[in-house]
């Protein structure tokens, strides 16, 4: 079987969902290609027997980079497979997800990771690195299971229940704020160094600097790579210094 891997990732769940997703697929005969939807990528989806997106959950919502992408990536009546990643729970959901992507998905499933979200403004919890890697098996267990559906062509829709009520409460409610999402970010100029990191490794390219002020534009997909990756911590939310000693940053799954 011919396989086409498209993901994004913010913060490293889901590459490494990819990477591991990918090990699995190859293990039990399939040919993968991978591809990263945040970069510039050549990509026929005729050339391929199934396609497989995987991509975080942000507010009950696709991020906008992932819905582009797919958009014009792919066309036509190719079979398609989601992997969605979140941290608590995805009220996201399989008809949102269709209606973001606006194609038919014909397996959908969920795969449960870690919270990467820790600021003044949300104050959720970051689990440190011994209980995230106590997790490690089971969730590897589950991709295993996810690859082994792929490659025997079964159709499988996880996430149809009550939690989709609330899921559309949760978009209505974080919609604009994602909209609005880049106007709350900033730069504290007495912890950054100007070391340009966040604005290499911006997803989308929505983080201009020019003589050392910072810029954030409305391109942004609301990932936190910039909030979890500086060096210095001085990404601000709202004009408020996170401190990390109180704000967890995070590196990654199993950093």
Known sequence: M????????????????????????????????VFNLEDDIEFQA????????????????VPRLVSD???????????ITVIATFGYVNALGYFAEKKALGRRIDSYFNLK????ISTP??????????????????????????????????RKIQGIGPQLLVGIRIRKAFREEL??????????????TLCGLCVRECPTHSIIEKDAVFTFHATCTACMRCYNHCPEQAITINNVY??????????????
């Open 46 to 61: 005729k050339d391929y027997d199934t396609i497989l997106v995987a991509h975080p959950v942000y507010g009950a919502h």
């Open 121 to 154: 403004k949300m104050k959720l919890g970051i689990k440190n690195i011994e209980k995230r890697l106590s997790s490690k098996a089971k969730i590897e267990k589950k991709i295993e299971k996810i690859s082994i559906l792929i490659m025997q062509n079964k």
């Open 179 to 192: 909209q609005k999402h880049y106007q709350t970010w900033g730069v504290d100029p007495e912890h950054c």
């Open 2 to 33: 011919k396989i086409a891997l498209l993901y994004f990732s913010g913060t490293g769940n889901t590459k490494w969902l990819a990477e591991t997703l990918f090990s699995f697929l190859v293990e039990k005969g399939g040919t993968v290609s």
């Open 69 to 79: 992408k797919i958009q014009i990536l792919i066309q036509g009546n190719i079979p």
């Open 113 to 116: 990771m870690f919270n990467n």
């Open 242 to 255: 996170a401190d990390p000693n109180i704000y967890t940053r995070y590196h990654g799954p199993w950093k």
